[in-house]
């Protein structure tokens, strides 16, 4: 009544189960390394903002305060003053 198991057969299911367990180890790298491409290429902002608290209402079509265009109108408008920039 006991089993009969031909030698061998423990040490070959043991060996197709480590294998096995590292070649799914292998596709879910391989599988996050496809997704975050996937998520990258897409171009969306990494958050949206819902709501801003505190700041002035901003227009549309006009630059951020402080930006290298804005500089450069004001050094144009202190220079046709005739002041330094």
């Given amino acids: 009544m006991g ?3 031909t030698m061998g057969y423990t040490s070959l299911f043991s060996a197709i ?3 096995g ?3 799914l180890i292998a596709l879910s790298v391989i599988g996050e390394y496809i997704g975050r491409i996937f998520i990258q290429t897409q171009g969306r ?3 949206n903002v819902a709501e801003e608290v505190g700041f002035a209402p901003a227009v549309r079509g006009e630059h951020a305060i402080g930006s290298p265009e804005d500089h450069a109108e ?3 408008s202190t220079r046709s003053l005739g002041g330094s920039a």
């Fill in 74 to 76: 004001e050094a144009v």
């Fill in 3 to 5: 089993a009969d198991i």
């Fill in 21 to 23: 367990g590292l070649q």
């Fill in 45 to 47: 902002p990494l958050y």
């Fill in 17 to 19: 189960v480590i294998l």
